[in-house]
């Protein structure tokens, strides 16, 4: 085929950022258009190809930040050393639309990883952004310094207290979004805090977009497999980023996701 | 006289308001996507294939995608007969439009409960390059006999039943047994057997390994087969499906003897490209004078 | 160190310079035109198919190029095998490479009759796609006990003998009959069969009305063909054909388990095209750190 | 397909030449972009498909002449009238190429129709021709009054001077190449006619250039139907126009014609 879909990228380095979160810097043969939020499909080959969003992209060097979750990430974080290849396709999906007026970024977890992207490009774009970052504890936080940068404000919360403020994310947000300085609340995170922000956040008055996760198999909007229903919204292709109004429009959102079968399961269930 | 060309294309079993079809698979269990299909004004739809257990699938990667046409190993993912039942059930609330819902099975005894399951549906589908189990993981096209019974079962208990067919195999003898046994209709065709491998990665893209071929590469090959079809069958309506990207493709099919057309890898472009087909079309029946699109069905056999 | 990776290829019965073969049928009779494909660099030369008797083919059009391939009817024009003998034996006075003669027959005796007219070649190639008279119009690959027992004859008459697969049919069944029949190799695959109408004229286009479809198109199908052979006969040199346009597509063929490479549409670009695949493929190797084309056969399996 | 290779022009106008042959006036929707020689396939659906050369070009009309010969010229003659459709696909091949200095223009029978294009295309660059046109009488005489627009000098022969000088085109040739004024011979006729032409020119130092005619299959160069021998030349790609020189190392020219089971016949026995 002249068309190979896969672009094989190059590991470039490696940095741990918990014991299950590590950072992968790889370089292209080739600039790498995107927008924060969109995602790529990292193949390994004869292992699986799963959808990991860009952290960060600078011409022909970006990173993806990688936790260990199951069959795939699992091989990526024990056998993908410097110097070996990943093989991508993407970037898809529709991500962040940049907004001006002050921004609000919570983000939970690995979710945080997009959002540094984000946050580069509205401090690029003279957006200025406060940022709250919600982690379980200080072994798992991660991206911290490199958010300083970008952020007029940083808050860190983290469940047990252990770094920053006690407390989630959400708790954080709620005290911030009183203070109505924000035209638009960005957020990736578990869905169930996602949810908690958009409801919290549209009642202010404050716009939203969000980034969700569903089964992504192939990544074009063919499958249906990523489906936020009953509005037959596709994550991988009319999302990862959706708006908060449409959301909550579907019943999905917060609440369902659809197993590898195609059937809903409850979204406490799913990881 | 100004009046537009009328679309609306009886398929026997089936009346539907234009010719286009969604085809099975490529908007997977979702009510929401097949809302959006009829809101983008397709006719009918094609449910994805169930079979009467849930499957998964196949391991990612199930699609590459070509310049001329698209790889899937999606590997019929559905969530079983039980549970597409009362998807269908509450999309028949939903949905305006006929929806037909394709099934795979390998004995006349499992299609009837699987049919039991999805009766809400306007038709049934048989999706015979469904993996079949009796035949060792050979596909249904290898079985007539299996299509004959299946067929002539489901029918005898009041449903209606379309047959897919696919290139593999002898279709015109199995299409001839579906005939035999009382078949409203094929459709025509399914995707081609075929591989990728990545010559970085020196190995084959999917996970399933081989998959199914679909796209422009394999219109020509469609438009044989539905040809022969009709050549054949003059009296049994049938869907051509494969490789319909622009109207013009969509025209070859019905002149071909189709009378209505399945779409499925176009949509990558996106739900707007229905509405496309169907301008392209009315735009071609009018500029040949044809007042009817059911005029042309089969005219290249004139 | 610095030295090029060697391409010749151990084919078995026959040793090639390079892995590029002339497909059967696109440089029609012509010994000139072998002798160009030569001096552009292909490594062996497969001759148009010959019958016992002479045939004029389809009448036109039998060409019908679309974006992404070909469609053909040309319908095995040939001068029949006694005239062929005589082409084939001023031609092995002109051309340094080995030249495989492809040949259709429907019974043993017919396939020896052939062999002994074409027996200046340097190895026969059984086109299984050829028109069967027995079958009355179906082609040979619907008929494998005539495929092994014309193998097994000319085999035993001390000819070399190529089996030319296409992909309608059981092929691998076939390719089993042929390799109990000491096949030396396999051709996979010949045209598709497919058919193009025109929209303006409403009328399928080509004079035979059925086309065998080629170029980019058929190659996912000839790379999951190729992949299955080999995986099943390992110790069968197989020649790779269907679509290779560019060196990436000679080179996943070649992973897929291919040991040569048939080439045929993308001939109309020019005799130039075989120096560009072979320059691809040799930077292919240097690039990824081989010395010698054969390590990569078959790659994709490990 | 999004590809539709054949174009449908329309007939605008039919004029009879002779009994037996016609010259149609078609238009098409686009400009016809296309070189003096090339020709295109015309195709009869349900009939038949042959190649004819283009006569003369303008934007979006051009002319076909079309002499009546067996199957299909028959039904064209027959069936097609004003505003009929003909299916082309091309413009294929090489045509002539234009060379500076004085031209001369050696015509046969319908073969002149090309070459009617190619003085048009040579008098447009102020390249001046001598023409000479052959036909075997007065009533096979086609489009004389057409060249009298392009020729420094015109002259036409008849086997039975019904018309213009008693002879052939080669008869009248060979007088004026004797006067030394030619950069360029330029023929299209019967090959027999073509073949003399050729030699005396070329003994005179004078380059040539001849358009042949073959039994055109494909018309793209794939299935080697049109072959000159043993060169491996094909009409339909690297002709139909080639110069003399070479088509004097070919075994075929004016010798040969290959049948479509592809075997050689004595160029006599074709038509
Ligand atoms: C748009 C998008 C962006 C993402 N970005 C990141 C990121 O930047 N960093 C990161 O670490 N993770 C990201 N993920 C999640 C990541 O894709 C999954 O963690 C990964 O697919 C799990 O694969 P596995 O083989 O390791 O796990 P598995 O063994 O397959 O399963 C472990 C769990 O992960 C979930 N999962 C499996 N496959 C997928 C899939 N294809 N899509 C989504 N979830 C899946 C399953 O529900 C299961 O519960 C993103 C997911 C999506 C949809
Ligand atoms: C490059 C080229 C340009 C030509 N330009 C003209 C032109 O401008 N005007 C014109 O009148 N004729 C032209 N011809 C000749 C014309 O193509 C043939 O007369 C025509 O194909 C005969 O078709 P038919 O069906 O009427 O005859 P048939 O019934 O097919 O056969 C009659 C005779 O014509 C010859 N012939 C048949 N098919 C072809 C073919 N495909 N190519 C060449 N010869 C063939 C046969 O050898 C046979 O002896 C040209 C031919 C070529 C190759
Ligand atoms: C992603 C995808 C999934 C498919 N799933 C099914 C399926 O479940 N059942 C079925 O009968 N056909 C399935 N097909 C085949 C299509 O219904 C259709 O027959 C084929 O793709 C040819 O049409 P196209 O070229 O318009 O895509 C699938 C095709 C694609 C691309
Ligand atoms: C014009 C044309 C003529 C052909 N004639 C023959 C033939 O006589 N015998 C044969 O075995 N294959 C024939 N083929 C098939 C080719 O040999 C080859 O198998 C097929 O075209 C796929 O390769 P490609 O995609 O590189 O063209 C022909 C193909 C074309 C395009
Ligand atoms: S993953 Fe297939 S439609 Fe989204
Ligand atoms: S007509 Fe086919 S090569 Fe010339």
Redesign the pocket.
């Known amino acids: 085929m002249i068309s190979l879909p896969y672009r094989v990228a190059t590991v470039e380095e490696v940095r741990n950022l918990t014991r299950d979160i590590k950072m992968y810097t790889l370089s292209i043969n080739e600039t790498f258009n995107s927008d924060p939020g969109q995602y790529v499909m990292v193949w390994v080959p004869g292992v699986g190809e799963i959808p990991i969003s860009l952290s960060l992209v600078d011409g022909e060097t970006f990173c993806l930040v990688i936790a260990r979750k199951g069959k795939v990430t699992s091989y990526i974080h024990e056998n993908i050393k410097e110097g070996d290849k990943l093989y991508l396709r993407g970037p898809y999906g529709n991500g962040f639309k940049l907004q001006g007026g002050k921004a609000l970024i919570v983000g939970g977890g690995y979710g945080v990883a997009p959002l540094l992207f984000l946050a580069r490009e509205l401090a690029r774009r003279y957006v200025r952004s406060d940022v709250v970052l919600g982690f379980r504890s200080k072994e798992h936080a991660i991206l911290i310094s490199e958010f300083e940068e970008y952020a007029d404000r940083l808050v860190v919360s983290t469940d047990d207290g252990s770094l920053g403020v006690r407390g989630t994310a959400v708790d954080v947000a709620r005290q911030l979004v009183d203070r109505n300085i924000y035209a638009t609340l960005y957020t990736c995170g578990k869905e169930q805090m996602m949810y908690k922000l958009v409801e919290l956040a549209l009642n202010r008055g404050i716009k939203t977009q969000a980034s969700l996760e569903r089964l992504i198999k ?1 990544g074009i909007g ?2 249906g497999s990523c489906v936020l229903e009953p509005l037959g919204l596709r994550v991988c292709r009319d999302g990862p980023v959706f708006d908060g109004e449409t959301l909550l429009k579907t019943v999905d959102f917060g609440r369902f996701w659809h197993d590898s079968t195609g059937k809903p399961i409850p979204i406490e269930e799913v990881k | 006289m100004s009046s537009e060309p009328s679309l609306s294309v009886d398929l026997g079993v089936l009346k539907l308001r234009n010719p286009i079809i969604i ?4 908007l997977g269990v979702s009510i929401g996507l097949m809302k959006r299909a009829e809101e983008a004004g397709a006719a009918a739809i ?1 449910s ?2 169930t079979t009467l257990e849930p499957r998964k699938g196949h391991e990612n990667p ?2 590459y995608e070509l310049e001329y ?2 790889l ?1 190993s ?1 590997g ?1 993912p ?1 969530p079983g007969a039980e549970e597409m039942g009362k998807i269908l059930e509450e999309a028949k609330r939903i949905i305006n439009v006929p929806i037909i819902a ?1 099934f ?1 099975a390998s004995t006349p005894e499992e299609a009837l409960k699987i049919a039991e399951h999805l009766k809400h549906a306007d038709a049934l ?1 048989l ?1 015979a ?2 993996p079949h189990v009796k035949g060792l993981g050979a596909d249904l096209m290898s079985d007539p006999k299996a299509i004959h019974d299946i067929i002539s079962e489901v029918k005898a208990s009041g449903y209606k039943i379309f047959l ?1 067919l696919s290139a593999h195999g002898d279709y015109l003898y199995i299409a001839r047994k579906a005939y035999d046994a009382g078949v409203d209709g094929f ?1 025509a ?3 081609l057997k075929a591989m990728a491998i990545d010559i970085n990665a020196k190995k084959p893209v999917l996970g399933g390994k081989v998959g ?1 071929l ?3 590469a ?2 020509p090959i ?1 438009v044989r087969i539905v040809y022969e079809l009709r050549r054949e069958f003059p009296d049994v309506p049938i869907i051509g ?5 622009t109207w013009q493709d969509a025209v070859e099919l019905l002149l071909a003897g189709a009378k209505a057309i ?6 990558k472009k996106g739900f707007h490209a229905i509405g496309q087909l169907l301008d392209g079309i009315k735009e071609y029946l009018a500029m040949n004078g044809y007042r009817d699109i059911n005029e042309i069905t089969g005219l290249a056999h004139k």
Chains 1, 4 share one sequence.
């Open positions: 192939c063919i499958c | 085809a099975s698979g490529v094609t994805k294939t199930v699609v046409g698209l899937n999606m019929l559905n394709s795979g589908e999706n390059s469904c897919k459709t065709i399914n995707t199914g679909s796209g422009k394999i219109h469609a499906t494969g490789g319909v990207e399945g779409i499925g890898t176009v949509l």
